[in-house]
């Protein structure tokens, strides 16, 4: 049973990291799934299966998101949401990237998409099945998840 627990802690080590690195949001009534666990789980398979690629961010050493943000503001709120979404935009913009605003996912929508890329931004809290829905079913695309000013947690489809 040695490799069974091996891969069982692996497991719990991935849910760990989506656990501290991604917000889950707190609307989930429709959901089929709603235990955060559970479908951090699943996502913590798909990593491991190297079916997808989650890596962490630090702005710091990456200056494509070097982005000014108002410290003062209150995170929670739907202000610090759309100045963080304004300034991302502004911030692309001004590098030549076009962008759009509440792209079409599989499954709901993102809060920009950079055509370029083919990059989906979500900022803030997140749906977690939203989230494995779209990692079911998209590919060949990115997705990266801003739940603080510091770093992102960047999904590779
Ligand atoms: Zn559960």
């Known amino acids: 049973m040695k490799n069974l627990n091996k891969s069982e802690e692996s497991?719990?080590?991935?849910?760990?990291f989506l656990n501290n690195n991604i917000d889950a949001s707190p609307f989930n009534q429709?959901?089929?799934?709603?235990?955060v666990h559970c479908l951090f789980r699943k996502i913590a398979i798909l990593v491991l299966s190297k079916k997808i690629k989650i890596v962490k961010i630090n702005f710091?050493?990456?200056l494509d998101f070097n982005f000014k943000t108002d410290?003062?503001?209150?995170k929670q709120g739907s202000h610090w949401h759309n100045s963080i979404i304004e300034?991302?935009?502004?911030f692309l913009k001004n590098k030549n990237l076009e962008t759009e605003k509440e792209p079409k996912m599989f499954f709901g929508r993102a809060d920009l998409?950079?055509?370029?890329k083919k990059l989906y931004i979500e900022v803030?809290?997140?749906n977690i099945y939203k989230l494995l829905c779209n990692i079911n079913n998209m590919k060949d695309c990115c997705i990266?998840?801003?739940s603080n000013e510091k770093n992102l947690v960047e999904i590779k489809l």
Do not use: A, S
Not at 71 to 74: A, G, L, M, S, V
Not at 87 to 90: E, P, R, V
Not at 113 to 116: P, Y
């Open 30 to 35: 429709d959901d089929p799934i709603k235990c």
């Open 11 to 16: 497991i719990e080590e991935v849910i760990n």
């Open 71 to 74: 410290q003062e503001k209150n």
């Open 87 to 90: 300034n991302i935009n502004i």
């Open 144 to 146: 990266h998840i801003l």
């Open 113 to 116: 998409f950079v055509k370029k």
């Open 124 to 126: 803030g809290t997140i």
């Open 60 to 62: 710091e050493n990456k």
